[in-house]
């Protein structure tokens, strides 16, 4: 079973940055990572994804702000999150999915919460 372990989150004043890790406990067969949010009563979304080539997707409300990237081992990944709004505040869970044979298996982190104070 796959784990991963998240670290990072904390509260911040608006304007302020935030690093995000996460590092998966299997470096083998990753396809991507990515980190998701989720605010109360709203769905969880994507925040940022990076691929195993290295091409990384931004939602658009972070895009110029966040930047996603990897760690040489390419099990860990990293959100460097800047210029933070209080809009940003949302449990953030990090997100690898792997690839065998014809499968996928999707996997997440228990979550570590962001807070921005305006």
């Known amino acids: 079973q796959v784990q991963l372990v998240e670290s990072g989150g904390g509260l911040v004043q608006s304007g302020g940055s935030l690093r995000l890790s996460c590092t998966a406990s299997?470096?083998?067969?990753?396809?991507?990572m990515g980190w998701y949010r989720q605010a109360p009563g709203n769905q969880r979304e994507l925040v940022a994804s990076?691929?195993?080539?290295?091409?990384?997707n931004y939602e658009d409300s972070v895009k110029g702000r966040f930047t996603i990237s990897r760690g040489n081992a390419k099990n860990t990944v990293y959100l460097q999150m800047n210029i933070l709004k209080p809009e940003d505040t949302a449990a953030y869970y990090c997100?690898?999915?792997?690839?065998?044979?014809?499968?996928?298996?999707?996997?997440w982190g228990q979550g570590t919460q962001v807070t921005v104070s305006s």
């Open positions: 997100n690898a999915v792997y690839g065998v044979g014809p499968y996928k298996f999707d996997y």
């Open positions: 299997e470096a083998s067969g990753i396809l991507h």
């Open positions: 990076i691929s195993s080539t290295g091409i990384t």
